[in-house]
């Protein structure tokens, strides 16, 4: 499986920005699809996954009601929607994919292949 990100960039404060994730070598409908961030001097930490074909979501309580995880089966790609974004959400911004087994998959082991990240940053 291949994961190229994309999407990121520039954004202020409160402002919104859409990141995608396409993937190549595999279909969605048995996969759990996640986002990871990590910022500079930090560990990586889950952000959300979307989980085999009935498409259940799982969020970071720092992102619950502002970033909207979603996918297209026909298109191969998954998107994370981020609103009224905060610094604090600055971050080298990762894909991953795994064989979907029932977990929730917000940990960085479940997930069996990453993408390249895409730079979020968020200023004043």
């Known amino acids: 499986v291949q994961l190229q990100a994309s999407g990121g960039g520039l954004v202020q404060i409160g402002g919104s920005l859409r990141i995608s994730c396409v993937a190549s070598?595999?279909?969605?409908?048995?996969?759990?699809l996640g986002w990871f961030r990590q910022a500079p001097g930090k560990e990586r930490e889950f952000v959300a996954s979307i989980r085999g074909s009935g498409g259940s979501t799982t969020y970071a309580d720092s992102v619950r009601g502002r970033f909207t995880i979603s996918s297209d089966n026909a298109k191969n790609t998954v998107y994370l929607q981020m609103n009224n974004l905060k610094p604090e959400d600055t971050a080298l911004y990762f894909c991953?994919?795994?064989?979907?087994?029932?977990?929730?998959?917000?940990?960085?082991?479940?997930?069996?292949?990453w993408g390249k990240g895409t730079q979020v940053t968020v200023s004043s």
């Open positions: 991953a994919w795994g064989y979907y087994s029932g977990n929730y998959f917000t940990t960085a082991r479940e997930y069996d292949y």
């Open positions: 070598g595999r279909t969605f409908s048995s996969a759990a």
